[in-house]
């Protein structure tokens, strides 16, 4: 009986060195190509984001509301959400709305850069690392999304100010994540990519060359 050689998900032979020089290459250059797409980053997130409001909020006549994103003319990362409740009004009469600034780059595309950074430096078999990046894209842009939408409809800061009633499941992770979000701000998109990071690509093994990596380091020679 031919004697079976178990597979290895790690090949690189310093496996550390080729994390980190990997994920600084892959990190630089993303902030590259953001440099040269901005203007077409901002657009996808301003008419993506437009066109789903227009359809859930504007054009629902009960709600009597209306959101519409804007660029910042003074920022090229911010996008303007403007909220317009036209059936409260003020002591003065005017109509009551709400505007929030959101920093594209810091909201949506560092946690993409930085997660999908973090699967390419992996130092694993490009089978598993391709299964690993398809993972993690679907995770990360889930959460990207769900975290722009959670920002416009926050039932948290303003609960007064929600734009609408949302069901009950929807409603309590809205009110969550807003609450996490001003307890630690962008240090979310940190603890949120690491999860994602390991749920996708980590495993025994790398998780095991990692803690001796960090024993090594915390044990004085």
């Not at 597979?7 to 600084?24: A, D, E, G, H, N």
């Not at 630089?28 to 440099?35: N, P």
């Amino acid at each position: 009986m031919a004697k079976q050689v178990p597979s290895k998900s790690i090949v690189i032979k310093r496996p550390i060195l080729y994390f980190v020089v990997t994920f600084t290459l892959v990190f630089g250059l993303g902030l590259y190509l953001y440099s040269v797409m901005q203007n077409d980053i901002m657009n996808h997130f301003m008419n993506s984001g437009n066109s789903y409001f227009r359809s859930y909020i504007n054009t629902d006549l009960s709600l009597n509301t209306s959101v519409n994103l804007s660029r910042d003319e003074s920022n090229a990362n911010v996008l303007i959400v403007q909220t317009i409740f036209y059936a409260k009004k003020n002591a003065d009469g005017t109509i009551q709305s709400k505007g929030i600034l959101i920093n594209i780059f810091n909201e949506a595309y560092f946690p993409i850069l930085f997660v999908l950074a973090l699967v390419i430096a992996t130092p694993i078999v490009w089978t598993r690392k391709w299964i690993s990046f398809l993972i993690a894209s679907v995770l990360v842009f889930a959460f990207v999304y769900f975290k722009l939408f959670a920002i416009v409809m926050d039932n948290y800061s303003y609960p007064e100010m929600a734009v609408k009633q949302l069901p009950i499941i929807v409603s309590q992770l809205v009110y969550f994540y807003n609450m996490a979000l001003t307890a630690t701000g962008t240090g979310t998109n940190l603890i949120i990519g690491l999860f994602i990071w390991i749920a996708s690509s980590i495993r025994r093994q790398e998780m095991n060359l990692i803690m001796d990596f960090v024993n090594k380091k915390a044990v004085p020679n």
